[in-house]
């Protein structure tokens, strides 16, 4: 069965940098799209960055310039690289195995993807 986790949340102040890991079993990185989302809200699940068997990348608005994707297909990890962090970057970061590239109406997780992790908590401080 194909299960993700994610690791490496915390608490940081604003301008400072975390990297998440999401460590994936029972996929094949060449076939799945591997994306990060954030609940922030109660009202959409939003869209981050996904990542392509190819390692091509995409990004939303909120987080261009500041997050980078990348992932180990040895290792079936992905990582999101994030720095200038903001107040409002603070939420529950999960990632997913083939979700869509737009943010969800609604909570996180969601039945738009196949696989998500349980998310692990950001919270940055001004």
């Known amino acids: 069965e194909a299960q993700v986790a994610e690791t490496g949340g915390g608490s940081v102040q604003a301008g400072g940098s975390l990297r998440l890991t999401c460590t994936a079993s029972g996929l094949s990185f060449e076939d799945t799209y591997m994306g990060w989302y954030r609940q922030a809200s109660d009202n959409a699940c939003e869209f981050l960055s996904i990542?392509?068997?190819?390692?091509?990348?995409s990004y939303g608005d909120s987080v261009k310039g500041r997050f980078t994707i990348s992932q180990d297909s040895v290792r079936l990890s992905v990582y999101l690289q994030m720095n200038s962090l903001k107040p409002e970057d603070t939420g529950v970061y999960y990632c997913a195995a083939d979700g869509p590239r737009y943010t969800i109406p609604g909570s996180c997780p969601s039945t738009r993807a196949y696989r998500w992790g349980r998310g692990t908590q950001v919270t940055v401080s001004s």
């Open positions: 990542i392509r068997g190819d390692g091509s990348t």
